[in-house]
């Protein structure tokens, strides 16, 4: 599988073996044509243990309304994915601002507070509910105007990555 990565304002070509997303572990990938041996484990929701050319990283996830980014040794480095295999990325198409529209858990964790109820009005970028993960708070907030018509979560309630909590109309 081949991805486009864009890392702050870099852009780089990343091939991964399909049995890198089955399963972390020792394997070879490259990037921008150059083969790396990657040791990947993943060490706790949100948290990558990297292992490259007898170098660790651990690399955490920081996904807030400023967009997705990676933090490793201290420098937050803000990140894309592009995948050419999807018909959205590969037509231009993305969510309009018409129709429903979910609000997934960013990382697996515990939903501590619903700040709205079914039925509700809200703005874009209005806060909807609080995740913890890794003993952060993390504030998911509404992609668009609208109406809540749908709270798919529960306070105390845990969630898996890309659960959709909200859905807002």
Known sequence: MTLWLSLGEKQRRVTLPDAVLEQAGISQCSVDGETLDVDARMIGPGVLSLLIGGKQFRCVLDRNVDGDAVVVAGQRT????????????????????????????????????????????????????????????????????????????????????????????
């Open 78 to 169: 803000t990140f894309s994915v592009a995948d050419p295999r999807s018909l959205a990325q590969q037509s231009g198409a993305v969510a309009g601002v018409d129709g429903p529209r979910s609000v997934k858990a960013s990382m697996s964790g515990r939903v501590i507070r619903v700040l709205v109820s079914t039925g509700d009005e809200v703005q874009e970028q209005q806060g909807l509910v609080v995740i913890e993960a890794m003993k952060m708070q993390n504030e998911l907030r509404s992609p668009r105007q609208g109406r809540v018509s749908r709270i798919a979560a529960d306070v105390g309630e845990t969630v898996a990555a890309g659960d959709v909590l909200i859905v807002v109309e």
